[in-house]
């Protein structure tokens, strides 16, 4: 048995999840069900969450409340979104838990041990926002390209460092060996030309006087780990599954995992082939055409979403009306507008409707279980497998609208006294091929696959998707 090991990035806990967050988890979920229950691989599927940071320590203040029971407070949202869109990962990872903890100081100890780490007296450039040392390099008119609202501060400190130019051969040597290292290219390129620009050694510690609510640095107790070595170790999980098959992340920390995390890992003595296989990088979405931003007010949680549609057709509103390769833009309106189209009406109205017929008609179905659209399936599986789930779920829908078709334009209604025969034969070509929609919504909208093919048993209809009245 192949075994697949897919992550996505684990969730900074300090908001609650919002629906790029909820477009990631669910992206992930269906490559991961898709492995697991279609190509039956041995399958694992991790998230997490990264708890600590300063945002964090700051807003725990803020809240009266001690940083690990801020956290343990508010990550009860992000577990809630197991059963809320049912996700199906193995294992959800806090880097707050002590095998977390472990990870983390065995990599630092083993890159230090191999001298890629030393410690500096600098002066940099804070993003607030990000809660990162900035290179200068990254800024854009003199502010951080993610939080141009901000003025990044000039701070001063002697910090732990990270070896990361030393690694510049070893990681084009990796880049040039794996030409799909990073995917899509146009992203691989974006890391390609900032390996071009040259690479600068990363600050990946902070004293504990300006920030407490982190891993402490096993070779100095009075610093503790900064984002990276703490975030990324989470993958190190599995054990049994290293090393990761897909890591799926964001654009906005891309460079971290395409140069720091393998460079890292190299420096801790990994093997070429104990590195990542390959990483994803989905874009941002935006709602009607703006930044999601808490300051704008216009932030879309998943809970919102789900309260709106049900779990299942979020799971499909989510992929297939937002890009996941490009940035996407949310609308309601647009939402609402597909869910009653693709959903209730498309397909919704084709199972009702055969079903009604072939009870009315009394028509005999003959069930033909191995049925299979090859050309249909090997499009869905090919579009699971290049992640471009727009295209997947756009190419049922179609099929979905063809057997729409194909009922009005054969009109059984009419062929049932004329052309009982012919009557049947639609009847039995709609009914086997919404078996093979189901077979291809599975990892999609698994509910909904398994509730097609009871109808499709039992042939009583039953409406899928009720239709939502009001303009979004
Ligand atoms: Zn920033």
């Known amino acids: 048995m192949k075994k ?5 990035s684990i969730a900074y806990i300090n908001a609650e999840p919002h629906i790029g967050y909820g477009q990631e988890i669910l992206a992930t979920d269906v490559v991961a069900r898709y492995h697991r229950d279609v190509l039956k691989d041995d399958t694992f599927f991790l998230t997490g969450a990264d708890e600590h940071g300063f945002s964090v320590q700051m807003n725990a203040v803020k809240a009266k409340m001690e940083p690990k029971k801020f956290v343990d407070k508010l990550i009860e949202k992000y577990l809630d979104l197991k059963v809320q869109l049912n996700l199906t990962y193995d294992y959800f990872i806090r880097t707050t838990s002590e095998e977390h903890k472990k990870n983390a100081r065995e ?23 990000c809660e990162m040392m900035k290179n200068k390099s990254e800024l854009v008119n003199e502010r951080c390209p993610n939080h141009p609202n901000l003025i990044p501060e000039i701070v001063e400190e002697e910090n732990w460092f990270f070896k990361l130019a030393a690694f510049q051969e ?5 880049y040039k060996d794996n030409p799909t290292f990073v995917q899509p290219d146009f992203r691989f390129n974006e890391v390609k030309s900032l390996l071009k620009s040259g690479l600068e050694d990363v600050s990946i510690s902070r004293p504990k006087e300006k920030l407490n609510w982190g891993i402490e640095v096993p070779n100095d107790p009075m610093h503790v780990m900064y984002v990276w070595f703490d ?6 999980y599995p054990k049994k599954y290293w090393p990761a ?3 799926i992340i964001g654009k906005d920390i891309l460079r971290f995992h395409a140069a720091l995390w393998p460079a890292m890992l190299m420096a801790a003595g990994y093997e070429n082939d104990q590195l990542p296989k390959k990483i994803y990088v989905h874009g941002f979405i935006s709602v009607d055409g703006q930044k999601m931003s808490k300051t704008l007010g216009n932030v879309v949680k998943a809970s ?7 779990k299942e057709a979020t799971r499909y509103l989510l992929l297939k009306e937002l890009s996941f390769d490009k940035d996407g833009d949310f609308s309601w309106e647009r939402m609402t507008q597909t869910y009653n189209a693709d959903l209730a009406n498309d397909l919704g109205n084709l199972l009702q409707r055969t079903l009604t017929m072939i009870n009315k008609y009394r028509v005999n179905i003959k069930p033909k279980g191995d049925y299979e659209d090859i050309e249909l399936v090997g499009i869905v599986n090919m579009a699971i497998e290049e992640m471009d789930f727009v295209l997947a779920l756009t190419k049922i829908n179609a099929i979905v609208q063809w057997l729409n078709k194909l009922i009005e334009n054969n009109k059984p209604w009419d062929l049932a006294e004329k052309n009982p025969k012919k009557c049947a034969e639609i009847l039995n070509i709609i009914h086997n091929y919404m078996r ?3 077979k291809c919504l599975i990892p999609f909208m698994p509910e909904t696959s398994k509730e097609i093919n009871r109808q499709l048993e039992s042939l009583e209809p039953k409406p899928l998707f009720l239709r939502i009245g009001g303009k979004g």
């Open 4 to 8: 697949f090991y897919v992550t996505n």
């Open 107 to 129: 990599i630092w100890s083993k890159a230090l041990e191999n001298g890629y780490i030393y410690k500096k007296f600098y002066s940099g450039v804070y993003c607030v926002g």
């Open 170 to 174: 070893k990681l084009e040597k990796l």
């Open 231 to 236: 975030a990324l170790t989470n993958y190190l």
């Open 245 to 247: 098959d897909l890591h």
């Open 304 to 310: 919102d979403m789900i309260e709106r549609y049900g």
């Open 436 to 438: 093979v929609i189901s």
